[in-house]
């Protein structure tokens, strides 16, 4: 039976995001800045990850207090091996309606046909130019584009739904909006520009390399006729656009200019399992001492029903008027977005 809760702000749990790892093969500067996430920094031990068993009984009980997406990320949740066998878990839920991926595509040939016989059907892919050297200098590890593209064809071949994700910051890769929105609409996919965000604290994070999306649609409206889609759900991230005479629509996810705090219905397993309500969170509730030490699921159960019921986040709304920078805040990379 779903019993669904809601917290302080009468919001309700409905989507779960959960990272199986907090490692990456790229060292994105906005996320993973190479500088701090170095070959001697200290990721989580094998052991410290959930297991997939136990994310499956997690997953579960969010389930039952109403949660109905799921979403996995990372870190790079390609890295994790067999994430098949977690797809095939999490779609046996009864209860649950989506799942979905974010990855940043360099290892999708390896587990995409496995994923998609296992049930995955949607595929976020991160991609933030087309010029080499732009791609290269923003991934941190040099990865060349093509390999991006060639992974987004085959998935595309697959069957998966895509969507491309694409962070902008100014002085990086404005000069790539347009490459990469044409790409991407002369091949029917949706692209979503992402405003870049002040996640944790050690990505240099620099209010004016935020490009808003009034700006964005300016931009773009000098090359393309675009018009508003109606959200497709309540608390819907992106807002979207279609092209004049195209399948294909353009989103922004506005966190900064435009926050949707009100509508904030994510909640987060990182992948040492401890349980976080925002993105710009501090800490989280440990889940897994409460797994490992023997915690019957209705204890379980209860203590996630109290985190989310006492949760009052509202960081995005707060970032105008309070001062957020000087927060603790956990990593992109460790939370997954
Ligand atoms: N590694 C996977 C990937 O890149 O898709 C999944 C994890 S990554 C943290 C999830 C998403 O967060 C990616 O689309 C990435 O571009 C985005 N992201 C990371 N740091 C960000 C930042 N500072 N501002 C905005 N988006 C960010
Ligand atoms: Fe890795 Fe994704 Fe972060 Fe880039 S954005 S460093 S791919 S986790
Ligand atoms: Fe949700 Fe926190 Fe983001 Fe607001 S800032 S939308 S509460 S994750």
């Known amino acids: 039976m779903i019993q669904p809760v ?6 309700l749990m409905r989507d779960l995001r959960i ?7 790229f060292r994105c500067t906005y996320c993973m800045p190479k500088e701090i996430y170095h070959d001697n920094h200290a990721f989580f031990k094998k052991q410290e990850l959930l297991s997939y068993e136990e994310i499956r009984r997690l997953a579960e009980l969010f389930v039952s207090l109403g949660v109905k997406k799921v979403r996995l990320t990372g870190g790079e949740p390609l890295l994790r091996k067999n994430l098949n066998e977690l797809v095939r878990q999490i779609v046996s839920i009864k209860g ?8 940043n595509g360099l290892l999708l040939h390896q587990q995409g046909q496995e994923l998609f016989k296992a049930g995955l059907r949607r595929i976020n892919i991160s991609l933030d130019a087309l010029n080499p050297e732009i791609f290269g200098q923003m991934n941190g590890r040099g990865f060349d584009p093509a390999q991006i593209l060639d992974n987004i064809d085959y998935a595309t071949q697959l069957g998966f739904e895509i969507k491309v994700n694409m962070v902008i910051q100014r002085h990086i890769n404005v000069k790539e909006i347009i490459p ?8 029917n996919l949706t692209i979503r520009l992402i ?15 935020v ?7 300016q931009l773009l409206q000098k090359v393309y006729e675009l018009e508003p889609v109606e959200p497709a759900y309540l608390g819907e991230v ?35 399992g401890k349980l976080f309500t925002c993105l710009f969170a501090s800490d989280g509730f440990d889940l897994r001492s409460m797994l490992r030490g023997g915690a ?14 006492e949760r009052n986040d509202r960081y995005s709304d707060e970032r105008s008027t309070h001062n957020t920078e000087q927060r603790k805040k956990i990593g992109m990379s460790y939370i997954g977005g």
């Open 238 to 272: 992106a807002q979207y656009y279609r092209y004049n005479q195209s399948a294909a629509k353009i989103g922004f996810i506005s966190s900064i200019s435009e926050p949707f705090c009100s509508a904030c219905t994510r909640a987060r397993l990182s992948a040492e």
């Open 6 to 11: 809601k917290d302080s702000l009468h919001r």
């Open 180 to 187: 990469m929105t044409t790409y991407f609409k002369d091949r």
């Open 211 to 217: 490009v808003t999306k009034k700006e964005l649609l």
């Open 19 to 25: 990272s199986v790892t907090d490692r990456c093969n």
């Open 96 to 103: 649950v309606e989506d799942i979905a991926l974010t990855t």
């Open 296 to 309: 019957s699921n209705e204890e379980l159960l209860e203590a996630i029903q109290r985190v989310w019921t």
């Open 195 to 209: 405003e870049f965000m002040d996640v944790g604290n050690d990505n240099g994070w620099d209010s004016k390399q």
